[in-house]
């Protein structure tokens, strides 16, 4: 199965990226995104405002899961900001794998 790459459009449109500590919240999801009234809610009243991608592999960098595939947080952080995904490898300049 290969791994689908979220747009730069639809990240912006699902997280909020916050430079001052570096991380990624969700965003409200409009109602058109969900199948359901009640799902829309439900899903807005969990994660909207709330901290995303904090899990950490066993590399230590932070990732998550957005549309079936897993992404590290600083790779999604690098797309909202320079409007591209990177290519090939990209590191934390600190070396701190989890800022």
């Given amino acids: 199965m290969t791994k689908i ?3 730069v459009d639809y990240l912006r449109l699902v997280f909020r990226y916050d430079p001052e500590n570096g991380k990624l919240y969700w965003r409200a999801r409009p109602r058109e995104m969900f199948k359901s009234a009640r799902d829309w809610r439900a ?53 701190i794998r989890d800022n």
Avoid: Q
């Fill in 5 to 7: 790459i979220p747009s």
């Fill in 43 to 95: 899903w807005n009243t969990l994660y909207a405002e709330k901290e995303a991608f904090y899990s950490k592999d066993r590399k230590g960098y932070l990732y998550g899961t957005l549309l079936g595939g897993k992404h590290r947080a600083h790779r999604v952080i690098w797309a909202i900001v320079k409007g591209a995904w990177p290519e090939g490898e990209i590191d934390h300049e600190d070396g």
